[in-house]
């Protein structure tokens, strides 16, 4: 059984940094892909980052390139994503989701995952 924990959301100024955490158990990295979506009030769920089946392969969503970078401690079974560089279009609600059957040219599709976790708040004043 798959589970996906997400944490370090808050409440920070623009220009400031937060990383958010992943935590997942039931999960092997060399065979799941692992992304970190968003969804701000009123707009679809997006994509933000991830990291291929194979872990060979990380893409970022235009929006986040430069500022993003997502990571993996396979020993605490963790992904990251480091934010940096935050504006307050970056305010959303995180998520954090993984799948064993996405292929790369899904890799940005929300309906390509099939175990999500609950969420993290992150909210950016300006």
């Known amino acids: 059984q798959v589970q996906l924990v997400e944490s370090g959301g808050g409440l920070v100024q623009a220009g400031d940094s937060l990383r958010l955490s992943c935590a997942t158990s039931g999960v092997t990295f060399s065979t799941y892909a692992v992304a970190w979506f968003r969804q701000a009030p009123g707009k679809e769920r997006e994509y933000v980052a991830g990291?291929?089946?194979?872990?060979?392969?990380?893409h970022y969503a235009n929006y986040v390139k430069g500022r993003f970078t997502i990571s993996k401690d396979g020993a605490k079974k963790t992904v990251y994503l480091q934010m940096n560089s935050l504006v307050p279009e970056d305010t959303a609600i995180y998520y954090c989701a993984a799948s064993n059957r996405v292929i790369s040219s899904s890799l940005t599709r929300a309906d390509a995952y099939n175990n999500w976790g609950q969420g993290t708040q992150v909210t950016v004043s300006s």
């Open positions: 990291f291929s089946r194979t872990g060979g392969y990380t």
